[in-house]
């Protein structure tokens, strides 16, 4: 079975900061990992994933994330924070050919000016 | 087209209506799912269609009656709510792959309030 612990329901950083949103996960079996961003009252978009390969992965918005097994952490970056930023976000796991996505149970991150 | 569509965009509804949410994907995915969300949570699961055919339950309520007439259209059929059921409900589809990742796009959402 799977897990994810998002470590820090609530950051806040200033414009212009750096953001860094951290992951971490449970799995017996190789992971697939995700983030995604949701915005009040909307879906989720998905910001980047982490399947196989490079394990420093770039997403939209300027964001990015590096899969370390050895920490089984995945955490999100970006290196200046803009107002736009403001929103939940969440970190999911799944396995190969698995249909279920695990979610943490979100951040939500603001920005102040 | 690499959207999904959820109509309508927000619900009212008594303890008494019968109501029913659609979810619509053009990417040629034969996997469905639908979600609820509370408030400052993640999303959970309610049910995964793969292929037409109802592949997972959550142990869901009745009152809730999820539908695939084609592999494009998901429908929820709501029946005799409870206030507790609003929520936001989001649908979400998928390539179905057994042998790779199955990444979820998640429509909009629907808004969901009983009364």
């Known amino acids: 079975a799977q897990s994810v612990t998002q470590l820090g329901s609530h950051v806040s950083v200033s414009e212009g900061a750096l953001v860094l949103l951290r992951c971490n996960y449970s799995?017996?079996?190789?992971?697939?990992l995700f983030w995604y961003v949701q915005y009040p009252n909307q879906g989720l978009q998905l910001l980047l994933k982490?399947?196989?390969?490079?394990?420093l992965v770039k997403g939209i918005n300027g964001f990015e994330a590096e899969f370390k097994k050895s920490e089984t952490s995945f955490h999100l970056t970006k290196p200046s924070a803009h107002m736009s930023d403001a929103a939940e976000y969440f970190c999911?796991?799944?396995?190969?050919?698995?249909?279920?996505?695990?979610f943490g149970q979100g951040t939500r991150l603001t920005i102040n000016p | 087209d690499t959207e999904v569509t959820q109509t309508p965009k927000h619900l009212v509804m008594g303890m008494t209506n019968k109501k029913s949410l659609k979810c619509e994907q053009h990417?040629?995915?034969?996997?469905m799912y639908w979600y609820k969300q509370k408030a400052k949570k993640p999303p959970e699961l309610m049910f995964v269609?793969?292929?037409?055919?109802?592949?997972i339950n959550e142990s869901v309520p009745s009152r809730f009656s999820p539908e695939c007439p084609n592999s494009s259209l998901l429908n929820l059929h709501l029946h005799a709510l409870q206030p507790e059921d609003s929520a936001l409900y989001l649908c979400?589809?998928?390539?179905?792959?057994?042998?790779?990742?199955?990444?979820?796009?998640f429509g909009p959402g629907t808004r969901l309030t009983v009364l």
């Open positions: 982490y399947t196989t390969g490079a394990t």
């Open positions: 799995s017996s079996v190789p992971p697939y």
């Open positions: 269609y793969s292929y037409e055919k109802l592949s």
């Open positions: 999911a796991v799944s396995t190969q050919g698995a249909q279920k996505l695990v």
């Open positions: 979400a589809s998928s390539q179905e792959s057994s042998g790779g990742y199955n990444e979820q796009f």
């Open positions: 990417m040629g995915h034969r996997a």
